[in-house]
């Protein structure tokens, strides 16, 4: 079966192009690395590649801090590799999902020197939000960043600049229409170099309004908003109600002059995904309206719990509110600043959840490595790079752990991804995990994706919506199980410590772990599996 528009029910495998190859032997991963793997990318059955930024960048937020939006930073190669491999995933039919950065700038960016060259009210620092400190000397607000310590930096005249994210990070007056014009430059630059879509880093974050007000809570707020941060649900949802620098109306305004620009390109359905996490829930549709995005992701299952009352509670929720802008949902398991799915709910439960997503409608993302079933990487701290870590004086140890280089090949570390010491160390421990060593067991995390994704195009993709089949509002009779059926497949997902009878009909196509027995006219599915069945 098909979808059209191309991204509707699209697979997307994200990579983080500092470790998915190294192809120049530095230890770092580079665009060439990325070109030389397409074929391995493409074998996966997914639709699309999303790459992380690679643009100029001082690197103090693995790239999110953007020197020149409109070139390729010498870490990874230069435009003429961005080029080819755009050039060579399309001759695979993968489309290119380039990670667009519009809420900051790095402080080496041309614009920000310019500013701190110039004086207070000048047009240089009206591009970002200079401010003067207050009476007392201190800073405008008591706002904290999202990295940890405060949200203001002071320069040599006594002014202070916003960064929500790292001081290097110096947030852009969305206000000032020279900004947008900048962005729409930088949007042309990459469709025209080929792009398929962007997914936009921070899109909820453009618009800042009460700069000039306190917070009531802010570490508090400060914590809600970090997903490696683990906290109450109740007390994180009451926090997030209260961010004043999210969600403003402004942003969307901004969005809808995109769609324009986007939709100016007849012929090529270039789509965009919103890294929008706002609260309550339901806002995030209006990010997916039809003058504005296409996708807005979905975090639920990063941070949800392997409990079948709380996965019911996401799909259904995100099913029915995107239902209300007639937009799909998207999911996610993992991503770069998330801990990786099997570290947080074990092995066997990754593979169970993974399977079970796969059978819903809409987009799923697959961060790379997740198909290996990679746990996070154990580092030391002496390891560790993530501006989060040194904002928080190691409090918070950060997101490297998901941002391990990706194990090719071989028995010894670092598996094939470099000849060079890698920029964070592959532990030996991950000798079963290497794609290598996968591809030749059957029974491996990655026949299980390939095997997955291939029947979901063949039976779900365009297949409509779900039928709840059991859950704990669909005729439970059993707390462990969770299923839906959709087209011809009915999905059965246990997520308990034994093994569990349903009535699920038809022929088992596939399993995330272990055997399926029948019994007395009932299907038993293995603890923590989940099973298709096709009828
Ligand atoms: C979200 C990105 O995914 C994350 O890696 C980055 O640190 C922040 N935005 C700031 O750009």
Known sequence: MNSSPWWKEATIYQIYPRSFFDSNSDGEGDLPGITSKLDYVKSLGVDAIWLSPFYTSPNKDGGYDVANPRDVDPRFGNLEDARELITQAHKRDLRVIADIVPN?????????????????????????????????????????????????????????????FDSTQPDLNWENPEVNADFEKTLRFWIDLGVDGFRIDVAHGLIKEDVLTNHPDPQGLSNALRLDVAMDSEERNALLLTVPYFDRQGVHEIYRKWRK??????????????????????????????????????FDLLTAEFNSDVLFDVVERSISLNATVNALPTWALSNHDSPRVASRIGDEQARALALFVFGLPGSAYVFAGQELGLPDGQLQDSDRQDPTFFRTNGAIKGRDGARVPLPWSGDTTPFGFST????????????????????????????????????????????GGITWLESSQHGHKNDSLLSYSRGSITVVMNLSDSAKECDAAGKLIIVSGGTVDARDGKKVIPARSTAWFLT
């Open 104 to 164: 900051h700038f790095s402080d080496q960016h041309e614009w920000f020197q310019a500013a701190l060259k110039s004086k207070r009210g000048s047009k240089e620092r009206e591009r970002f939000h200079f401010y003067d400190a207050n009476e007392d000397g201190t800073p405008p607000n008591n706002w904290i960043s999202l990295f940890g310590g405060p949200s203001w930096t002071q320069v040599e005249d006594g002014q202070f600049y916003l960064h929500l």
């Open 420 to 463: 060079a010491k890698p920029w964070l160390p592959i532990s030996q421990s991950w000798k079963d995990l290497t794609i290598e060593n996968e591809l030749a067991d059957p029974k491996s995390s990655l026949h299980l994706y390939k095997n997955a994704l291939e029947l979901r195009k063949e039976f779900l993709v365009g297949a």
């Open 261 to 298: 620009l986007f939709d100016s390109y007849t012929g090529r359905e270039i789509m965009a995904v919103a890294e929008a996490w706002v609260h309550p829930p339901v806002n995030a549709t209006r990010y997916v309206r039809a003058d504005e995005l296409h996708q807005v992701f979905n």
